[in-house]
């Protein structure tokens, strides 16, 4: 597959965020996706799950049912099914943008991507369980992350004022950005992976983000002299000698991204600003994570505060 997924210049954007809201129209939104499957957190989908998310929670085969399979549980579908979730020129459009695949033998659909509801936001990303043969065949190089856990958190802990600029670094599929975009003037998302800035840019336009730009680079590079209100990232955390899954990958400590990260942080984050980033970070005998983050900002006079979950 190739690293860009969407052809966004061709896509009509209007069409496309008529879609979207009428998924949420559906039920598909945070709430209604995690009351129907029975769980705590979207994030907390798990595939051994399956059996009894598709006979148990999803019996009804109602538009909702239809719209988690697909979208979120990267199933199988009927033309049937498909055909009572989205009218003909729906499936056009997501068929030519390439969110979804049709197999005339089997007359079934599959979702080429993912779908995850943020709140009443949706998010496209690649699909998390990559290991499905099918999905395996056809996973791109560098995929753009799911929402986990650590989305989720940051969403929920973000420190929403009114802001002129919001950055949002290592930004995936645009998740902090666009939920900043609500609360800001402008807001940047920045990330290595033009996949990431290809899906960052699709999701503004599904939630109708106008104020928020993608901007492909490594960290702060990529912004230049600006300073910002707030920062906001999750960088890769997962300690690991290669680097082969971009969005996971932090290095033999897992830290690699985030120490750079926060050793610049002082030099742009605009005065009486804040910044946010959740990570895994390790006590170490006789040294706090939080006195790691203090040598890694080299004396800088910030107040520092953790959330431990
Ligand atoms: C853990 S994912 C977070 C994605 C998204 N922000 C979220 O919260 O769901 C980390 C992201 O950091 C990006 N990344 C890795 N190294 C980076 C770097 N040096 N500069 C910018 N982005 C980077 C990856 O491509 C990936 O999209």
């Not at 996706?33 to 051994?48: C, E, K, M, N, Q």
């Not at 560098?142 to 420190?159: F, K, Q």
């Not at 920045?190 to 993608?214: C, K, Y």
Request: proline residues 4%; contains cysteine.
């Amino acid at each position: 597959m190739s690293e860009r997924a969407f052809d966004l210049e061709h896509l009509d954007a209007e069409h496309l965020r008529r879609i979207a809201d009428r998924l949420r129209t559906t039920g598909f939104t945070e709430d209604g996706v995690r009351d129907r499957l029975g769980i705590d957190d979207v994030s907390a989908i798990r595939l051994d799950a399956y059996p009894y998310y598709i006979n148990e929670r999803l019996r009804r085969r109602d538009r909702l049912d239809i719209a988690i399979l697909l979208l979120l549980l990267q199933g199988v579908i009927a033309v049937e099914e498909m055909e009572s979730l989205f009218e003909r020129e729906d499936r056009k459009l997501l068929k030519e943008a390439g969110i979804l695949l049709a197999e005339k033998s089997t007359r079934t659909y599959r979702a080429a991507v993912s779908l995850y509801p943020l709140r009443d936001r949706l998010f496209f990303t690649d699909h998390r369980f990559r290991h499905m043969p099918w999905i395996r065949s056809r996973a791109p190089q560098d995929p753009v992350m799911y929402l986990g856990a650590d989305s989720y958190y940051l969403a929920r802990t973000t420190i929403r004022r009114r802001s002129r600029a919001v950055l949002d670094l290592c930004t995936g599929s645009g998740v902090h950005a666009i939920l900043g975009a609500a609360h800001a003037d402008r807001c940047v998302g920045v990330d290595t992976n033009p996949r990431a800035i290809n899906f960052s840019r699709l999701n503004a336009i599904v939630n109708d983000a106008w104020n928020a730009v993608f901007l492909e680079g490594d960290l702060f590079r990529a912004v230049g002299g600006e300073r910002f209100d707030a920062i906001l990232a999750n960088p890769p955390f997962v300690p690991s000698p290669v680097y082969e899954l971009r969005y996971r990958d932090g290095g033999p400590s897992g830290a690699d991204v985030l120490r750079r990260l926060i050793a610049s942080i002082p030099d742009y984050l605009a005065t009486g600003g804040c910044a946010q980033i959740v990570t895994h970070l390790g006590e170490r005998e006789g040294e706090s994570y939080l006195d790691r983050v203090r040598r890694w900002l080299s004396g800088a006079n910030m107040n520092l505060h953790a959330l431990k979950v």
